[in-house]
Every structure is written in C-alpha cells, then in structure tokens.
C-alpha cells in the first residue's frame, strides 16, 4: 500500500528543510517546494533558499525558477507541481506557505485566466487606484487586491464569485502533514541569527538588483527588502535596519504558528528534539 505523501510545514528558521532531505534520503525522494518566495530566482539569501550544498544531493523542484517581474500563485504553483509529479516516484513537500499547502490537500477554487495584457494593466496602477476600482474589497493585501481587480477585469464577475465555486482537487493523492513546531524563544533566535548572516551572504547585494531593475509584485514580499532598502537611502541606521527585519521576521514565524496550529486536524506535531523519533516511527 503507497503510504502518504509528506509535506513537512512550519514557520520560518524552524528547520524544515534540513528534516525533509533527512525524509527524502530515508525514502529515497526528491523534494518540491511549497515556499512561495523560494520560487524566486533573484532572492537565494533572502527567500533562505537552499544552496547546492545544503541540497545534499537530493533533487529539489520548483526552486528559483521565477524572475522577478513574474507573479507566482496557488493556481500557477499547483499546476507547475503537477507537471513535475508525474516523473517523481517518492516526492516530499517542504515549505512554509500555508496557501499553497492548503490548496494541495483540499483543493483550489477555479479561478479563471488572466491575459497578460489585463495583467500588465493592473501591475502599472498604483495601489490607490486598484482600491477605487476593485468592486468588491477581498483582502488589504495589495497582491490580492490587484488578484481581484484582474478577475473582475477578465470575467465580469467578483473574485468571491470564484472563491464561492467548488473546490477543485488537481493533484489526486493522500498526504500526510509534519509540523515542525521548535520551542518560541528558540525559533526566535533562529530568526535572528538567521537575518544577520543574510547581511554578510549577499542580502544586500540581492536587494541592491531588485531596486536597480524596479522590481514589484511577489517578490517584494520577502522580508529584509524593505528595510535594507531604507538603510540603502540613508532612511534608517544599520542597527534599525536589523532591528525591524528581525522583528518583522519573529512575527511573521508566530503568525505561521498559530495558522498551522488551527489548520489540518490529521497533522504530526513535533519539535526538533523529536526529529529522530519522528523519522523512525514514519519513515
């Protein structure tokens, strides 16, 4: 009997991808990458994407392979995961973005479309002007908000109209959820840490292209960007430029926290002193 597929989640620094090539040289798999910043060529050290090295030999999918200008979606992701699946016996899923895990195991409501000339139209609003124009206020995230203004642009209709239709389920398979979960005050340290090697990786450099080619959409969203971009100009010292990115990071890890604690009743909780256990008694 094929046993489930593994998606191993959990917030930021915790370590998920360090235990899914454990995972994957257990059960002999390739890994496919359920991070939506990771998919992003152009930010290696700030999405904390894995280098070759860290790879460790296990094929990795669905890593760095959008520009920047590109917008990635839970649609385009589930379709691009689709493809790759087909020609991976044991594959594991790694990644912290709840969305895109989601839609994985329950599925995705149709959503149509977009011409790329739609697209183009609403990525050159500015965000004010997308608000005016969105008939029906889905979200105050500005990526969703220019989501819903494509939708309405393409069909004529709301993009809760869409949300409202049945789920579809593209990849047709049973699957089984780790959530690496470390203890708060370690993962906040993690964060940390984590953060100020990026400043000695090549953070700033990556920041310093992304400013140079006007870069927006998805990729903007990485933590670090906005604040080395202030720092960059001369807006805030060094020590504030740290100081806020590692805060922003710690919220977003606890944020992740409580959206996988409330999420899929079937998952495996463990922390990283449990990593062992956990890899005997499933794999």
Same mark, same amino acid.
């Given at each position: 009997m094929q046993k489930p597929i593994p998606i191993i989640v959990g917030p930021t620094a915790s370590g998920k991808s360090k235990f899914s090539i454990a995972v994957a040289k257990r059960i002999n798999?390739?890994?496919?990458?359920?991070?939506? @910043?990771?998919?992003?060529?152009? +930010?290696?050290?700030?999405?904390?994407? %894995?280098?070759?090295?860290?790879?460790? /030999?296990?094929?990795?999918?669905?890593?760095?392979?959008?520009?920047?200008?590109?917008?990635?979606?839970?649609?385009?992701? @589930?379709?691009?995961?689709?493809? +790759?699946?087909?020609?991976?016996?044991? %594959?594991?899923?790694?990644?912290?973005? /709840?969305?895109?895990?989601?839609?994985?195991?329950?599925?995705?409501?149709?959503?149509p479309d977009i011409p790329p000339e739609i697209r183009e139209q609403v990525r050159n609003m500015d965000i004010e002007e997308v608000k005016t124009k969105v008939k029906e206020c889905v979200a105050i995230d500005p990526q969703r908000l220019r989501r819903a203004l494509e939708v309405e642009l393409t069909t004529g209709k709301s993009f809760l109209y869409f949300q409202n239709q049945k789920k579809i389920k593209l990849i047709d398979k049973e699957f089984q959820i780790f959530f690496l979960n470390p203890p708060r005050n370690i993962l906040y340290e993690r964060c940390d840490k984590r953060f100020i090697k990026m400043l000695t990786e090549g953070a700033i450099e990556e920041v310093k292209y992304l400013n140079s080619i006007n870069a927006n959409g998805g990729i903007t969203k990485a933590i670090g960007i906005k604040q080395i971009s202030k720092w960059l100009k001369g807006e805030i010292s060094n020590q504030e430029m740290i100081e806020d990115a590692c805060k922003e990071t710690r919220h977003y890890a606890k944020r992740q926290i409580t959206w996988f604690k409330n999420q899929f009743k079937d998952k495996i909780t463990f922390t990283p002193e449990q990593i062992s256990d956990i890899l005997n008694s499933y794999f």
């Amino acid at each position: 009997m094929q046993k489930p597929i593994p998606i191993i989640v959990g917030p930021t620094a915790s370590g998920k991808s360090k235990f899914s090539i454990a995972v994957a040289k257990r059960i002999n798999g390739e890994i496919i990458n359920a991070d939506s @910043l990771q998919v992003y060529k152009d +930010i290696q050290i700030l999405s904390a994407r %894995p280098t070759q090295a860290e790879q460790e /030999g296990i094929p990795h999918h669905l890593y760095g392979y959008m520009n920047a200008f590109e917008t990635s979606s839970v649609m385009g992701w @589930l379709k691009d995961v689709e493809e +790759i699946i087909k020609n991976i016996k044991n %594959p594991v899923f790694v990644g912290g973005t /709840g969305l895109y895990v989601k839609a994985l195991v329950e599925g995705i409501s149709p959503m149509p479309d977009i011409p790329p000339e739609i697209r183009e139209q609403v990525r050159n609003m500015d965000i004010e002007e997308v608000k005016t124009k969105v008939k029906e206020c889905v979200a105050i995230d500005p990526q969703r908000l220019r989501r819903a203004l494509e939708v309405e642009l393409t069909t004529g209709k709301s993009f809760l109209y869409f949300q409202n239709q049945k789920k579809i389920k593209l990849i047709d398979k049973e699957f089984q959820i780790f959530f690496l979960n470390p203890p708060r005050n370690i993962l906040y340290e993690r964060c940390d840490k984590r953060f100020i090697k990026m400043l000695t990786e090549g953070a700033i450099e990556e920041v310093k292209y992304l400013n140079s080619i006007n870069a927006n959409g998805g990729i903007t969203k990485a933590i670090g960007i906005k604040q080395i971009s202030k720092w960059l100009k001369g807006e805030i010292s060094n020590q504030e430029m740290i100081e806020d990115a590692c805060k922003e990071t710690r919220h977003y890890a606890k944020r992740q926290i409580t959206w996988f604690k409330n999420q899929f009743k079937d998952k495996i909780t463990f922390t990283p002193e449990q990593i062992s256990d956990i890899l005997n008694s499933y794999f």
